[in-house]
């Protein structure tokens, strides 16, 4: 499932592999920076993806610590960007199958909220 | 034609800057260490003043533009080099002009840069930059600091470049002298020819979206285009700006912020 590989790649900080678990015309929406002083990220394709995350992971703007996913949908973890950790959900809202459950699933709306 | 002074245009943005606005038909002066039409070392107060003597001589009816773009990187120079050339260096000509450009009711562009916006900046460096600038002072307070953190000092002078043209600008433009500040990415330059492979890799995490899979570094030429324009009098409405030229990595990496 699509959720198995966007943890993988957030744990690997690959940008390039956690870009390709979205669909070309993604929203992504992060909520938890604003718990570190930032604004909340609104991203707005999958090229932004890439390169917003290419930056983030290089930078330790977002580093993810003891990722668990609870359902297809849903991770459970706690984010660290630079030196506030956050525990959040990240919620993959839409994918291209409807159900996010398929093998060549990708995401269409991921949400990541303060959990 | 106009009459546009330019520091640092021996090579880089400087270079590509001037090659574009004597095609355009106007008169450039390079102010630069090595091959410009003025030599001086802008690092120094007697080079300053050297120049400033040289421009108050040989333009006594005043200038059209005044482009502040000299600079040096961090990494590998000493930190006091940086601070004196990219702030003082900057700043002391800007101000040093500032009675020829009023005589023709010219312009003054300052090179910034978007680094400002990604955090890297230390405040209270461009805090006493830009609020108590005593050059022998503040170069005796980082003489002894390891060049390798240059970047930070770096930033801090490019920060408190683009917070100077906020605060001068609107006295300047009451007087008739647009005053401001281009903010360009990460430019194919003699500086970024020169970078260590880990300062690569991290210009590589700064993406430049126009540039998406390509060669991650901008070309000289779409930094010098936009600031020819802003020197010029098709720019006469804007004035107190710090204008990113850096093919949308700002607003990327910091979208929400919209002023």
Known sequence: MVINDLVDAMVNKDHKAFAACFDERCRLFDYCPSLAGRHSTFLFGRNAVEMYYHNRFMFGGFTVLDPRITDERTINFYVKYNDTVVHALAQLENCTDGSCTLDHSLIKELVIRPA | MGIYVITGASSGI???TAEVLRERGHEVVNIDLKNGDIEANLATKEGRQH?????????PDGI????????VSGGKVPISLIISLNYFGATEMAQGVFDLLEKKGGSCVITSSNSIAQGAARMDVA???NNHPDEDRILD???DIDPAIGHVYYASTKYALARWVRRMSPDWGSKGVRLNAIAPGNVRTAMTA???PEQRIAMEAIPVPTHFNEEPLMEPIEIANAMAFIASPEAAGINGVVLFVDGGTDALLNSEKVY
């Open chain 2, 127 to 129: 805090g006493m930059l």
């Open chain 2, 141 to 143: 307070l980082v003489k």
């Open chain 2, 194 to 196: 020169n970078m260590l």
């Open chain 2, 51 to 59: 120049a400033l003597d040289e421009l108050h001589r040989l333009y």
């Open chain 2, 14 to 16: 400087g270079a590509k």
């Open chain 2, 64 to 71: 059209d533009a005044m482009i502040c773009n000299a600079g």
